[in-house]
């Protein structure tokens, strides 16, 4: 209700000020006048349109069942009770041959998933690919034996504020719903959804179950794929985000050249936002672009040329408002060839030509750490350059965690993703092997230091 108010108030506002007689009323002109819809666009659109629905099986964990001798005395089954946990959101079909694209927090950790067609009909699916960075899953339905209807991807960087879009999803499950608005801003960067922010904000009405659906534009086009909602009650308030279709068509491509993961053009440096402070430093008119701060050597940003505190403008021609922008302008490039980067360097202008390659990723090793100790169920890897950037860390020391495990102690004692493990118990960690191995002794006391968001900690624990 608050966004038709906003909407129709300055309509009232004008119609006052306007004087009775200029005010045009008059009856249609014709029964085609009466029949003025989005329907023709609705009906090309819903049969792509598709529910997806995922289940996983999560135990009843009662810390109580763990003790052998409370299960022996109370008589007590050691099997601990299961529950299905279930979710739903919805999804688009990109390719006739049955590949769907939703987000990736609809199927995160889902034992089974499902997808119902608008004509009712459902298959089983399988998770192709997951990209957590920009919360977008591919599924491919099983056993699909026909040609299904598909949306064909806009160029998202064609949109403007102000052009009617439609959404349409599942919300709360009552089944296909179309919702229509207008764009209301482009470039939002500061939501903290994804890694790559860059996402088109519309005030078409979105609720919990439209995760993952279609936002079309006039054509019948994809425009974008609905991801969250801005609310303080749970449901719509006329702010609504998707990410871009020119994103989409990045991971749906992977997807389809059957990679498990999205590979994207590494850059090697590390970037700042700019503030009035720097701005007014840089003689600039004001804060935009985005400020070098590091430049890993080697990288495709040391080769081209880059330096730190050059500031970049643009991206092929594309302005550049911030290093968020930048991210995601530069994650559309595709690999292979050069992007041209403009940068402003001592008050002048300049192009460099950077390199599309993806970061090196050597001796990973990724290891789960399971013997008992702070470290239990933390996921750890060996820190090369990819491991750098899809994390934003700026360590080359240490081991990093990549994952937690919900149940696991480290999680429990506070560690986060992305924390960088330099030493433990006076020993230095250089690799997965030395943790693991540190982590299995016995200790009644654990010194740890950890780097988080590039401030060193410096940790004790009871054993």
Do not use: C
């Not at 199927?107 to 067609?117: F, H, T």
């Not at 440096?269 to 430093?281: C, D, K």
């Not at 080769?303 to 302005?319: E, N």
């Not at 008992?372 to 950037?389: C, E, L, T, W, Y």
């Amino acid at each position: 209700m608050t966004s038709f108010r906003s909407l129709i108030l300055p309509l009232l506002i004008l119609t006052a000020s306007i004087p009775a007689h200029a005010q045009d009323r008059r009856v249609p002109a014709s029964q085609n006048e009466l029949r003025l819809s989005y329907a023709p666009i609705v009906q090309r659109v819903t049969p792509a349109v598709v529910n997806v629905y995922a289940a996983k099986v999560i135990q009843n964990r009662n810390p109580l069942l763990d003790d052998p001798i409370f299960r022996r005395f109370f008589g007590v089954p050691g099997q601990q009770p299961e529950q299905m946990q279930r979710s739903l959101g919805s999804g688009v079909m990109v390719d006739a041959s049955g590949l769907v694209v939703t987000n990736n927090h609809v199927i995160e950790g889902a034992d089974q998933v499902k997808v119902s067609l608008a004509d009712k009909r459902e298959f089983e699916a399988e998770i192709v690919l997951k990209d957590t960075r920009t919360d977008l899953a591919v599924l491919r339905l099983k056993d699909a034996k026909e040609k299904f209807p598909t949306l064909e991807f806009a160029n998202s960087d064609d949109l403007q504020v102000g052009d009617v879009v439609l959404a349409v999803g599942n919300p709360f499950g009552v089944g296909q719903t179309v919702t229509h608005g207008i764009v209301s801003a482009l470039a939002r960067t500061q939501v903290g959804i994804t890694d790559y922010q860059f996402f088109i904000q519309t005030d078409a009405a979105i609720n919990p179950g439209n995760s993952g659906g279609a936002l079309v534009d006039m054509t019948g086009k994809l425009v974008g794929i609905n991801t969250a909602i801005f609310s303080r009650s749970g449901g719509s308030q006329g702010i609504g985000f998707a990410i871009p279709a020119n994103m989409v068509r990045v991971v749906v491509a992977s997807a389809e050249r059957g990679g498990k993961a999205v590979k994207r053009p590494w850059l090697g440096a590390r970037l700042q936002a700019v503030t009035p402070e720097i701005a007014e430093s840089l003689g600039l008119p004001r804060p935009t672009g985005a400020l070098v701060v590091k430049v890993v050597p080697g990288s495709p940003a040391a080769r081209a040329g880059l330096k730190a505190s050059d500031l970049i403008v643009a991206v092929d021609g594309q302005t550049i408002d911030d290093p968020n922008g930048f991210g995601y302008r530069f994650a559309t490039r595709p690999l292979g060839g050069t992007a041209q980067i403009e940068v402003r360097r001592g008050g002048k202008l300049m192009k460099l030509a950077v390199p599309l390659e993806v970061a090196p990723d050597t001796n990973r090793n990724e290891v789960v750490i399971t013997a008992r100790s702070p470290f239990q169920g933390a996921k750890v890897a060996n820190i090369s350059p990819a491991v750098a950037d899809e994390l934003h860390i700026d360590s080359e020391d240490g081991v990093v965690i990549t994952e937690l495990a919900d149940d696991g102690t480290a999680a429990g004692v506070g560690f986060q993703k992305g924390d960088v493990i330099l030493s433990v118990n006076g020993t230095k960690i250089d690799d997965t092997k030395t943790l693991q191995r540190v982590a299995g002794e016995r200790s009644r006391l654990w010194r740890i230091t950890v780097v988080r968001n590039g401030q060193q900690i410096h940790v004790t624990l009871g054993g």
